[in-house]
């Protein structure tokens, strides 16, 4: 019996967490008459729900923002996405 214990560092981790970030939502194959289709990334689907949702609470669901406003939202969005996708890869 093998009682070893596999051991998985930081950067491992935070590398599954962006590989697995740049994998395809809704991927479609070629069907030979059409190119094949990605569709957005992990990464890029739990960044549009954050920044839906931030936006949300952070507005009271009306956007009068300015660009400097947005744009700190925006960082945001990609930076708890991130966050979940290294959480997730735990």
Known sequence: MNDKVETVSADEKL?????NGRMPVH???????????DGITKRELFAIHMMASICTTHSGGSI???DSD???????AVRSADA?????AK
Do not use: T
């Open 84 to 88: 979940l996708l290294k959480e997730l």
């Open 15 to 19: 590398s599954s967490a962006e590989s």
């Open 70 to 76: 947005l744009e700190y939202l925006s960082e945001k």
């Open 27 to 37: 991927a479609v194959p070629s069907d030979g008459m059409h190119a094949p289709y």
């Open 64 to 66: 009068n923002a300015n």
